[in-house]
Each structure stands twice: as structure tokens, then as C-alpha cells.
């Protein structure tokens, strides 16, 4: 066979070769979730709620009076504001908005107990389950010494509970690994993180917020 021909017969199965592989490798991909799914809602609200532990973590930082306060609160910036970023990377890369806007805050568990009690927490300013209103945390900016702390430790756990709640139902109800894995992991976090919240609380002879406990 002629060098030209050869070449020309080579190309072509080349190109045979990269479409087949093209087509299997587009049916191995799991195509992305819709917006109204578990995974883009979790994902969305997830970052959200975890944006304002990571706000009241940096505020820690600078404000607390002990080492184990401080030290607490840079594992939650540290450990909150990755996942953070982690799921807002999924919506880039499902091509989904990152705010929840015009979409319904907490929408995707729509129908559960906890999406009713979140629509009264709503009422009360608190825009996801635990999360701190705006008063609380003009008061906790306010606040030094003890106070602060003690302040501090009751809203994160608190905030922790409402996180678990929701992670527990993404774990439970996504259709990805990828949301499925990193709401367990939120799970098993903040339940830790939760019972050395209750300590540290109880150290400082003060109690958890009324259903605080994650």
C-alpha cells in the first residue's frame, strides 16, 4: 500500500477510534443534576449556611480570650470554608447558579418537618434551620471576654444542629456521590464538632440554646 494511502487509512481509523471513545466516555458520565434536585439545593443552601459559621469563626479568632476557643474556631473556617468551596464548585460545574435566589431557600426539602420548621425560623429571621439572625450576630460582634465565648459557642452549636439536619437529608437524598459523600462527611464533623462545643460550654458553666443539640 502506497505511503500516502496508508497514512490517509491510519487518520481515519485514528478518528473512528476517537469517536467511539468519545461516545463511551459520554455515556460513562453521569449527566448533572436538575435545578430543582436534592444535590443543586443542598449544594447551594449548604455553602450558604456554612458562609456564616466561617463569619462567626473569623470572628472568634480575633475575639475570643482563650486558646481553645481560637484554636476551635479555625478548624470551622478552615474545614466549613472548604466544603464551602467545594459545593460551589459543583453548581460551576453543573452550570447552576450559586445563590439561591428566585429558586426558594431550602426548597428541595420541601414536604419534611424540618422544611416546616424552617419556614417558621424564617419568620424569625433566621434564614436556614440554626442559623443566626442578624441581631444575634450584631450582639455577638459587640460582645468581649467570656461573654463572647460563651455567646459564640451557643450560636455555632446551634448552627451546627440546623447543618446536620440538612447534610443528613442530602446524604440520604442526593443522586451524586460527589453530594452524597460530603454531606455525610458534614454529618460526621459536626457531630463531633458538637459534643466539644458541649464541653466547652459546660466548662464555662453555661447551657446549649433550646434544641441546639446536634
Same mark, same amino acid.
Not at 502506497?2 to 481515519?12: F, I
Not at 476551635?72 to 478552615?78: E, I, N, Q, T
Not at 447543618?163 to 453530594?179: L, N, R, S
Given at each position: 500500500?502506497?505511503? @500516502?494511502?496508508?497514512?490517509?487509512?491510519?487518520?481515519?481509523? &485514528?478518528?473512528?477510534?476517537?469517536? $467511539?471513545?468519545?461516545?463511551? &466516555?459520554?455515556?460513562?458520565?453521569?449527566?448533572?443534576?436538575?435545578?430543582?434536585?436534592?444535590?443543586?439545593?443542598? &449544594?447551594?443552601?449548604?455553602?450558604?449556611?456554612?458562609?456564616?459559621?466561617?463569619?462567626? &469563626?473569623?470572628?472568634?479568632?480575633?475575639?475570643?480570650?482563650?486558646?481553645?476557643?481560637?484554636?476551635?474556631? $479555625? +478548624?470551622?473556617?478552615?474545614?466549613?470554608?472548604?466544603?464551602?468551596?467545594?459545593? *460551589?464548585?459543583?453548581?460551576? @460545574?453543573?452550570?447552576?447558579?450559586?445563590?439561591?435566589?428566585?429558586?426558594?431557600?431550602?426548597?428541595?426539602?420541601?414536604?419534611?418537618?424540618?422544611?416546616?420548621?424552617?419556614?417558621?425560623?424564617?419568620?424569625?429571621?433566621?434564614?436556614?434551620?440554626?442559623?443566626?439572625?442578624?441581631?444575634?450576630?450584631?450582639?455577638?460582634?459587640?460582645?468581649?471576654?467570656?461573654?463572647?465565648?460563651?455567646?459564640?459557642? *451557643?450560636?455555632?452549636?446551634?448552627?451546627?444542629?440546623?447543618?446536620?439536619?440538612?447534610?443528613?437529608?442530602?446524604?440520604?437524598?442526593? @443522586?451524586?456521590?460527589?453530594?452524597? +459523600?460530603?454531606?455525610?462527611?458534614?454529618?460526621?464533623?459536626?457531630?463531633?464538632?458538637?459534643?466539644?462545643?458541649?464541653?466547652?460550654?459546660? *466548662?464555662?458553666?453555661?447551657?446549649?440554646?433550646?434544641?441546639?443539640?446536634?
Amino acid at each position: 500500500m502506497p505511503t @500516502t494511502a496508508r497514512g490517509a487509512l491510519l487518520s481515519v481509523v &485514528a478518528l473512528l477510534l476517537a469517536l $467511539v471513545l468519545g461516545i463511551l &466516555a459520554g455515556r460513562a458520565l453521569p449527566s448533572a443534576p436538575a435545578g430543582n434536585s436534592v444535590d443543586v439545593g443542598f &449544594a447551594r443552601d449548604m455553602a450558604t449556611h456554612h458562609s456564616q459559621a466561617v463569619a462567626m &469563626a473569623y470572628t472568634a479568632i480575633q475575639t475570643a480570650p482563650s486558646e481553645e476557643v481560637r484554636r476551635l474556631a $479555625v +478548624d470551622v473556617a478552615s474545614t466549613q470554608g472548604n466544603q464551602a468551596g467545594r459545593l *460551589q464548585q459543583l453548581l460551576i @460545574t453543573w452550570d447552576q447558579p450559586l445563590s439561591s435566589a428566585g429558586t426558594g431557600v431550602m426548597a428541595w426539602m420541601a414536604g419534611t418537618d424540618l422544611h416546616a420548621r424552617h419556614v417558621v425560623e424564617q419568620r424569625q429571621g433566621r434564614v436556614m434551620p440554626g442559623m443566626a439572625t442578624p441581631a444575634e450576630l450584631a450582639r455577638l460582634g459587640a460582645e468581649t471576654g467570656q461573654v463572647f465565648e460563651v455567646d459564640f459557642l *451557643q450560636l455555632l452549636l446551634r448552627h451546627h444542629a440546623g447543618g446536620v439536619e440538612m447534610a443528613q437529608y442530602g446524604a440520604e437524598h442526593a @443522586t451524586t456521590a460527589e453530594v452524597r +459523600d460530603l454531606a455525610a462527611a458534614i454529618v460526621t464533623s459536626q457531630r463531633a464538632e458538637s459534643q466539644l462545643l458541649e464541653d466547652l460550654l459546660a *466548662q464555662r458553666g453555661a447551657q446549649p440554646l433550646p434544641g441546639a443539640v446536634a
